[in-house]
T-cell receptor
């Protein structure tokens, strides 16, 4: 089955700096790669996703890149703000009922 | 728009007691439904998923069970809780136009003492 690894486990940046979180996956059949943001005590919220026919996707300060050959994908947050502080999860999915999550990255943005 | 509800929000139960967590989805029909568990500071572990009424697939053998008595209702149960069942339980749905995307509920924090 799919195995997703996520790095780093914790990340601390100064407000205004960029943050990058990286994930690797093992199943070449995976074709959907979402990113979730989870605030304390809440359920994860989908913030951006990318499908295997696309190499990069942007949404304002957030971007995701995908390298299918190397089986890795990354989340980039630019101009970080304190409200970006949360736990971020990547996931990889070959089909609708098989989504595997990374262990999460705790991002802290210092004002 | 679609919304997903979970209750209760928090629950403290003694070891050996039964469990029933409920999840309902509004604004969509025939969704795929999922139960995940998140241990403290850890990722999400898929427990069960359902593609239709009465159809349950189990990912991890354990003392938990799931049922789907109605199209938009998903229930997580246990006859006797263990200490190791403590965690944050999340329900999610997918389907319709958003084929792969899964949308999570607010979660239930379960503490077994």
């Amino acid at each position: 089955g799919e195995n997703v690894e996520q790095h780093p486990s914790t990340l601390s940046v100064q407000e205004g700096d960029s943050a990058v979180i990286k994930c690797t996956y093992s199943d070449s059949a995976s074709n959907y790669f979402p990113w979730y943001k989870q605030e304390l005590g809440k359920g994860p919220q989908l913030i951006i996703d990318i499908r295997s026919n696309v190499g990069e996707k942007k949404d304002q300060r957030i971007a995701v890149t995908l390298n299918k050959t190397a089986k890795h994908f990354s989340l980039h947050i630019t101009e970080t703000q304190p409200e970006d502080s949360a736990v971020y999860f990547c996931a990889a999915s070959p089909n609708n009922n098989d989504m595997r999550f990374g262990a999460g990255t705790r991002l802290t943005v210092k004002p | 728009s679609q919304t997903i509800h979970q209750w209760p929000a928090t629950l403290v139960q003694p070891v050996g007691s039964p469990l029933s967590l409920e999840c309902t989805v509004e604004g969509t029909s025939n969704p795929n439904l999922y139960w995940y568990r998140q241990a403290a500071g850890r990722g999400l572990q898929l427990l069960f998923y359902s593609v239709g009424i009465g159809q349950i697939s189990s990912e991890v053998p354990q003392n938990l069970s799931a049922s789907r008595p109605q199209d938009r209702q998903f229930i997580l149960s246990s006859k006797k809780l263990l200490l190791s069942d403590s965690g944050f339980y999340l329900c999610a749905w997918s389907g319709g136009a958003s084929y792969n995307e899964q949308f999570f509920g607010p979660g239930t924090r379960l503490t077994v003492l």
